[in-house]
């Protein structure tokens, strides 16, 4: 549980004070000789950084201190550990994180897309009991809670069910959810009004939060991309909440366009609306076959009613002209679909079609639904879109993906942080170290809402990521997606040693985080200006029987300043 930030200010101080009346315990870890990217964009320093109980003590050199364990950093890169704003970890994969931890991610936002359970206190508490090799925190899911009170069925929520679910949402803020997450372009959330959404999540104004929602694209708007970003940032502006643009991409015909999406976020932020986005480095994304390309109609109340729609063959044919429609508007084509079918091999969607004997992606998609709900390999975008979307100021690397122990089949599960610093950094030059850094930890961080994870400072928690700047590189591909990233050294947690020297040691130093009323999605400070802060209360001894003492501290960072 986080102290607030006032509290953790004191008792540095007071450290601070008494630190001369008797020499200070060995540390726990030293991360001796490398360079630091500290997670703010600013230049990288070389420092050693040293932790105990859990919390990194100091950065630079400590003369005549000494520690417990070290890692060796020389040559290497020393970053926070990265913080995945959009996963969707498996409750059986994150007490390992085998797949996370060589990409140096220390840190999972659960809930994605508006999915989850309603209690997000018994999940993390439930998560925590099986153990972590990661930290995890929660969103609290729309669609989740939507459908808990609506159901799948297409119709509008009476005042009484708005107030239901406006409940679910404000217990479960309480309760220490990071975020009210949304998924508006899947059924049954996909059915909610715009007018609806706003209302359900307004209450989370108060709680100054963010709304990260997979935006909708609708037939009647031509599955315009840049329309659903607008929708996204209406809400978010109407509702009061940070609006994130979640795994952005720019798909369909507006392919190319990426300016144009940015710059309207851009002028969002500017009015007072802080508008960010996360994206991960590829070209297609992964979701059920038939979610995206079988029209929304078509899928009210759930499975059973669209395969009772398949079967008569007025509907069926509609069905198909609608989603080849929304192929050609939407993806890059039939070729650009791989239908991933447990135990079996994954095929293009050409090859069913050609087994199938039609010219209909649809047709044959329509053919499988039938007796199976596969997942699919969807192609959307092109890469000039990609790198803006990275080099946008306020988007952030995530991976659409999370802790699992089981095959997914899409390389990003394995790949996409190291995929970012290898080829997007190293190779392209799209970024810069420093800036991939920041974008991969405190940027998310500050989105989040967290206030003591996303850099390398004193008085953080220690969770670390030590990777070689020279060979770190992901090797999953659509074809073998769980070969793992290499180049990534050490990984800490909790000041615990999860990775060393690139194998996982099973430590379980993930803990379950909540979000504090103190801890608000906010733009990450800029680093240029100086800035001043004065703070004096009461020190109050925990033990013996003492007597408070005033304390004041004053702060003064000149700028560009760590």
Not at 119 to 142: C, K, P, S, Y
Not at 150 to 178: C, H, K, P, W, Y
Not at 252 to 278: F, K, N, Q
Not at 434 to 439: G, N
Request: charged share 20%; with cysteine.
């Amino acid at each position: 549980v986080l102290m607030r930030p006032i509290t953790l200010l004191l008792l540095a101080a007071t450290a601070v004070a008494t630190a001369g009346a008797q020499p200070a315990p060995p540390h726990d870890l030293l991360v001796r000789g490398g360079t630091v990217l500290d997670g703010s964009g600013r230049p990288r320093f070389a420092a050693d950084v040293w932790v105990r109980g859990g919390h990194i003590t100091a950065v630079g050199a400590q003369p005549g201190a000494m520690a417990k364990d070290t890692l060796d950093a020389r040559g290497l890169f020393v970053a926070p550990g990265f913080v995945n704003l959009h996963s969707h970890a498996e409750p059986w994969g994150l007490p390992t994180a085998e797949n996370m931890l060589p990409q140096g991610v220390t840190t999972e936002i659960l809930n994605a897309d508006g999915g989850g359970p309603l209690d997000i206190a018994a999940q993390l508490r439930t998560l925590q009991e099986a153990g972590l090799a990661v930290n995890a925190g929660a969103a609290i899911g729309f669609n989740a809670v939507w459908q808990s009170v609506v159901g799948r069925s297409d119709r509008r929520a009476t005042a009484e069910e708005i107030g239901r679910m406006q409940q679910l949402v404000t217990d479960n803020l309480a309760a220490g959810a990071f975020a009210v997450s949304s998924g508006l372009d899947y059924k049954p959330g996909y059915f909610a009004t715009e007018d609806e959404v706003v209302q359900v999540v307004s209450p989370a104004r108060v709680w100054r939060t963010n709304f990260p929602n997979h935006d909708r694209l609708r037939p009647e708007l031509g599955f315009s991309a840049r329309e659903g970003v607008r929708e996204t940032m209406r809400i978010g502006e109407r509702a009061g909440v940070a609006p994130v643009i979640t795994h952005m991409k720019v798909s369909g015909r507006e392919r190319g366009e990426a300016d144009v999406i940015l710059g309207e976020m851009a002028a969002l932020t500017r009015r007072g609306v802080y508008t960010s986005a996360d994206v991960y480095p590829y070209l297609s994304g992964m979701t059920g076959l038939g979610a995206l390309i079988i029209p929304g109609w078509a899928q009210d109340g759930g499975v059973e009613a669209t395969r009772a729609r398949f079967a008569d063959p007025a509907l069926r044919a509609r069905i198909i002209a609608e989603g080849d429609a929304t192929i050609a508007a939407r993806f890059t084509g039939a070729d650009g679909i791989l239908v991933l079918d447990p135990g079996k091999p994954t095929r293009r969607l050409t090859e069913f079609m050609a087994e199938f004997g039609t010219d209909s992606p649809t047709a044959a998609i329509v053919k499988i639904l039938e007796t199976a709900m596969p997942a699919a390999i969807l192609g959307f975008g092109e890469e000039r879109d990609l790198r803006k979307l990275l080099q946008f100021p306020t988007s952030v690397v995530s991976c659409d993906c999370g802790a699992t122990a089981r095959p997914t089949g899409h390389p990003r599960n394995a790949g996409t942080f190291p995929r970012v610093l290898g080829r997007y950094v190293r190779e392209q030059g799209v970024l810069t170290w420093e800036d991939a850094v920041r974008k991969m930890s405190g940027l998310p961080a500050t989105i989040a809402g967290l206030v003591d994870r996303g850099y390398v400072a004193a008085g953080m928690a220690a969770d670390l990521a030590v990777f070689d700047s020279a060979t770190i590189m992901d090797h999953a591909t659509y074809e073998q997606p769980e070969l793992r990233s290499t180049g990534v050294r050490h990984v800490v947690v909790n000041g615990a040693v999860a990775l060393r020297d690139g194998a996982a040691t099973g430590a379980r130093g993930g803990r379950a985080l909540y979000r504090g009323s103190w801890m608000p999605t906010r733009p990450q400070d800029a680093v240029s200006a100086a800035r001043s802060l004065r703070v004096s209360g009461s020190v109050v001894p925990v033990t013996g029987g003492a007597p408070p003492r005033r304390l004041a501290v004053s702060l003064a960072p000149a700028a560009g300043s760590r």
